[in-house]
């Protein structure tokens, strides 16, 4: 894993520049970023991640409180 410190406004670039990540705001610990890439490549938050392969699993019933009908994941629809 590669850790750098960025500033608010300063960019990675990753694979020659076909996807780059900008720091857009930082507030306190929180730190807004933006990532540019293709459409062809996606980019998806882990705990959006870790939710959908609970739901996948023969056990799902039951999710950290959340039932498996059709309920939105922790933090749905902030991006």
């Known amino acids: 894993m590669l850790v750098i ?44 991640e870790t939710y959908d392969a609970a739901l996948s699993s023969s056990d799902a019933s039951s999710i950290g409180g959340v039932n498996a009908h059709g309920a939105e994941p922790p933090d749905a629809g902030r991006a």
């Open 5 to 48: 410190a960025r500033r608010e406004g300063e960019i990675i670039s990753i694979a020659d520049g076909l996807i780059r990540i900008k720091v857009l705001s930082v507030q306190g610990k929180i730190a807004r970023i933006g990532i540019a890439a293709p459409r062809e490549i996606s980019a998806r938050r882990e705990e959006v």
